[in-house]
């Protein structure tokens, strides 16, 4: 097969690199990808993800076999749909059915109706009644943006002043623009988060392994929400009982009730859970495999990544088999991220011993790989049991020179305990 990949980050390096790996894989394409992902074996093209003509003519061009989606933007921008309509075979929801992460009030709709288990909320384009609503709840509360905000429209506020300048922020000051339009209230759930993601093809659920994401940016839970600073999978403080469960309440009533509402599903379908004393909750979805979670689950992948697809868009059954070593994912950014960052310093090439690196923010200058985003690439290995795991990677980013470059030193520390 000759695939094609849209998206630019670690994610898709990972899920590109992934499908290289596949035996009934020649070639895998990635537009735009990034200079870093080169050295894999992956083929840049120069089309940006907005040029949805573009990218359909390049697929029948080459004679792309079928297209992977990996972020979400593309998706609510109805890439989906135009692939089709051009006869295309591409994985991935259609616009309709990436508003599950598009817009959190339909999400919290769909779970509403559906019974899915997730927190008490209210919705509020009314900046007044937002914090009205705020001071009868009380503290701790969530504040969430109803669209797009790049991991960033979520404030979980410890006190009432914290929870009434995020509504500000949103609501008056449009810090998110029309994504923070409309707010999400939510009561804050007291527990250990998990993701957990699955293969869907509408009714066809195949759930994945589960890992931790770790969003502040410093040691110890601290500093702003990122997008993601490292994770580790499988989650020893997570019992299988618990995955079950919510494979169970959330996973199949979701892919049934957006068939049942005339949104049926078809991509990666993401939950980001909290495991409460009643059972998991959703937090929020996703349209699509999570970044940093899919360097840690898909490293421990061991069947084809490209058959598991072609399976799905061919209507079968695939066969999914997991290593049960475990795997740590730690994210290097740069300098002041997830604000002002510093840009251009140099970026190493290869990791020692068995480590791989994911590149997400680099660019090319003069041969030589560069910062150019905030989350700069992440470092993933493998050991027989966590600590094992923790050690490799954290002695590989050691022998590095990172220069104006930062990574949190506990990632995989909450399964330790």
């Known amino acids: 097969m000759k695939l094609l990949v849209i998206g630019s980050g670690g994610r898709e390096h990972a899920i590109a690199k992934k499908l290289l790996a596949d035996p009934t894989v020649d070639a895998v394409y990635c537009a735009q990808g990034n200079p870093g992902m080169v050295a894999d074996g992956i083929q840049l093209v120069a089309i ?11 697929a029948k061009e080459t004679a792309i076999d079928w297209t992977f989606v990996g972020p979400e933007v593309p998706l609510l921008n109805g890439i989906v749909d ?19 992460e598009g817009s959190k009030e339909f999400a919290k709709e769909l779970m509403k109706k559906y ?22 709840k009380g503290a701790p ?10 991991g960033k429209g979520v404030v979980v506020a410890e006190t009432l002043d914290q929870g009434l300048a995020a509504v500000e922020a949103m609501l008056e000051e449009q810090k998110f623009g029309q994504s923070g339009a409309k707010v ?36 110890g839970d601290k500093g702003p929400n990122t997008g993601g600073m490292g994770t580790y999978s499988p989650v020893p403080q997570i019992p299988q009982s618990m995955v079950d469960q919510a494979i169970e309440t959330v996973l199949l009533p979701t892919a049934k009730g957006m068939i049942d509402q005339g949104t049926p599903f078809t991509g990666i379908l993401y939950a980001g859970l909290i495991a409460t004393a009643e059972g998991p909750k959703v937090i929020e979805f996703n349209a699509r495999f999570g970044d940093p979670e899919t360097q840690v689950v898909l ?3 061991t069947s084809g990544l490209g058959q598991i697809i072609d399976a799905l868009l061919n209507g079968s059954q695939p066969e999914i088999t ?46 030589e790989l560069v910062a150019a985003g905030g989350r700069v690439f992440l470092a993933e290995a493998r050991g027989d049991s966590l600590e094992e795991a923790q050690q490799n990677v954290y002695h590989a980013l050691e022998k590095m020179p990172l220069e104006k470059l930062f990574y949190r030193r506990d990632i995989g520390a909450k399964g330790l305990r």
């Open 184 to 219: 999400v209230i939510e009561d804050f759930l007291e527990g250990e988060e998990f993701s957990l993601l699955a293969f869907v093809h509408e009714e066809q659920v195949y759930p994945m392994v589960i890992a931790q994401d770790h969003k502040r940016a410093f040691d």
């Open 82 to 100: 135009d692939f089709q309509a051009a006869g295309l075979k591409i994985f991935g929801p259609n616009k309709a059915a990436a508003m599950i």
């Open 299 to 301: 490293s421990r992948l």
């Open 322 to 367: 997991w290593d049960p070593q475990y795997s740590v994912g730690v994210v290097v950014a740069a300098e002041g991220y997830p604000d002002a960052y510093q840009k251009g310093m140099a970026i190493p090439r290869e990791a020692a011993d068995a480590v791989q690196l994911f590149y997400a923010g680099v660019a090319e200058n003069e041969g």
């Open 141 to 150: 509360i969530v504040i969430k943006a109803d669209g797009l905000a790049a």
């Open 115 to 136: 019974q899915i288990p997730t927190a008490e909320y209210r919705s509020f384009v009314d900046s007044e009644k937002a914090k009205a609503y705020i001071r009868e």
């Open 48 to 58: 940006p993800e907005t040029d949805h003509q573009g990218l359909i003519a390049f």
